[in-house]
């Protein structure tokens, strides 16, 4: 019962306002300094396109002189998972990592430098086309699974104080 308790809620949002805590989305955050501020390089991949399309999505595009600029390396791998029987690969693991290094657009001084990597899978029991789309699907929920930590890692540096 003590979770429907106000009292406990109030005093629980009291201690964090008073420790300096500050919301990464609320007014003054480090989302307020990235908002539109972080430009991207020019997809070359399939696999960058979704990756900039997902960060855009979070932190919006960035316009002529954007304070910081994104380097990124991708990578992709796939290890076989299931098999049947008789040999057949049934499902696949696509493993991604993604480097990336923040620059201050006027000095090019390093700000931030970090690797993240996530994982996802697809099944190729269907017919060819299925598994196509099903490697499709897979490849992009990676890259925003890679934007979506990338993101995490910027906002939670301080990178973008206000």
């Not at 994104?70 to 049947?84: K, V, Y």
């Not at 299925?130 to 992009?140: L, S």
Request: with cysteine.
């Amino acid at each position: 019962m003590w979770l429907s308790d106000r009292r406990g809620f109030i005093l629980g949002a009291l201690a964090l306002g008073g420790c300096g805590f500050t919301p990464v989305y609320g007014p003054g955050g480090t989302a307020a300094g990235l908002q539109g501020a972080i430009a991207l390089a020019e997809p070359k991949t399939e696999n960058s396109y979704y990756f900039n399309r997902r960060f855009e999505e979070r932190l919006g595009r960035a316009g002529a002189g954007a304070a910081y600029s994104l380097a990124l390396q991708l990578q992709t791998d796939e290890q076989d998972l299931g098999s049947t029987s008789t040999g057949n690969t049934t499902r696949y693991r696509l493993i991604g990592r993604a480097f990336y290094t923040l620059k201050d657009s006027t000095t090019e001084a390093k700000l931030l430098e970090g690797r993240t990597n996530a994982f996802t899978g697809y099944s190729t029991t269907g017919s060819t086309v299925a598994t196509r789309a099903a490697r499709t699907d897979a490849e992009r929920r990676l890259m925003v699974l890679l934007a979506d930590q990338v993101i995490d890692d910027l906002l939670l540096s301080g990178v973008g104080d206000a």
